[in-house]
């Protein structure tokens, strides 16, 4: 097999990456923990990590849970990690709102999740949708017309588990006939581990469908867009130049990291395999790679 143009994360590698970046951005899927299940190494990284001074920040596309709920699941993992270091693709739709002056008096529909749903009622956003609307059925009989609140602004889809066609029908009226509607995606994402055991369909499977029926692409908030962080710099005085982008995918984390300035890591514990590294036909390639984080605990102390 031919070596990819990146580095393999040797001890030198590593000793001159950490000494020349102040913050790790980690994804968390395949890096940090995959599903339910902490990844081996990971609490003896971050510790070194912060111990060395280094700030750590966790950037997920997965839209199901909101900030707290995932502050909740680092603690149940036994990490210590707070709202404010966590920047979800769920935030993200809230914030993109906020900061593009969405109107307070339009109304949000979510095809998504209750992380989605939570982010945007603490941004003080009207919304609706989600989880409630996977219990609506249709009966698509010849003179059905279905109703919708006009006063819907935005469309976010996320990743939804109850996605239906009602929420297909919802949020494709919204968009096409509200004027001025946006619809947004969390992130397009083909798969996630739904499940520690298995990958199953991702984000971009529901964004597609709505994509596909109202012959619109989406605004996309979550990795590869750079808008999180924009967001996160408001939040930290760091400078990506500074900053090393830990991931587990090409086309989104290590995309991300490549166009905000950061330098990229490619850790192999997730969804990227070496032959997939090392395909010609893959135009995105990291600085460096390794097998997991664990690697740079063992790589620093030799
Ligand atoms: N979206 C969903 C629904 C997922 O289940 C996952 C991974 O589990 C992701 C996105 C990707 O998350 P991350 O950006 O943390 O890898
Ligand atoms: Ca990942």
Not at 85 to 113: D, H, Q, R
Not at 239 to 262: A, H, K, P
Request: proline letters at 5%; aromatic letters at 10%; a negative charge.
């Amino acid at each position: 097999l031919p070596t990819p143009p990146c580095g393999l994360l040797t001890a030198d590698a590593a000793r001159s990456l950490v000494d020349s970046v102040d913050a790790f951005l980690f994804d968390c899927d395949g890096v940090i923990w995959k599903g339910d299940k902490l990844i081996e190494g990971v609490p003896e990284t971050m510790e070194l990590l912060r111990k060395m001074g280094k700030k750590l920040v966790f950037v997920t596309n997965n839209s199901r849970k909101s900030r707290r709920q995932y502050s909740k699941k680092f603690r149940s993992l036994g990490l210590e990690v707070t709202e404010e270091e966590i920047f979800t693709s769920s935030f993200a739709a809230a914030m993109f709102l906020k900061l593009n002056n969405f109107p307070p008096e339009k109304k949000v529909y979510v095809v998504g999740e209750d992380g989605i749903l939570e982010e945007l009622k603490l941004a003080g956003f009207e919304c609706f949708g989600g989880p409630e609307d996977g219990k609506k059925n249709i009966k698509l009989e010849a003179d059905f017309y279905f109703e919708h609140d006009k006063s819907v602004g935005a469309v976010v889809v996320g990743l939804d588990q109850y996605f239906n066609y009602y929420k297909m029908q919802y949020a494709r009226i919204c968009i096409s006939e509200n004027p001025g509607c946006l619809f947004i995606a969390t992130n397009r994402d083909p798969t996630g581990h739904m499940t520690s055991a298995q990958e199953w369909p991702g984000a971009g499977t529901m964004v597609a469908a709505v994509s596909c029926s109202v012959q619109k692409e989406p605004i996309v908030v979550g990795k590869p867009s750079t808008f999180l962080m924009d967001f996160l710099l408001k939040s930290f005085s760091l400078e990506t130049s500074r900053m090393c982008m830990v991931g587990d995918r090409l086309d989104t984390d290590i995309l991300f990291g490549q166009s905000t300035g950061c330098k990229t890591l490619l850790v192999l514990s997730g969804c990227t395999s070496l032959p997939e590294l090392q395909d010609a036909s893959n135009n995105i390639y990291p600085d460096l790679y390794t097998n997991s984080v664990y690697d740079l605990v063992e790589l620093l102390q030799k």
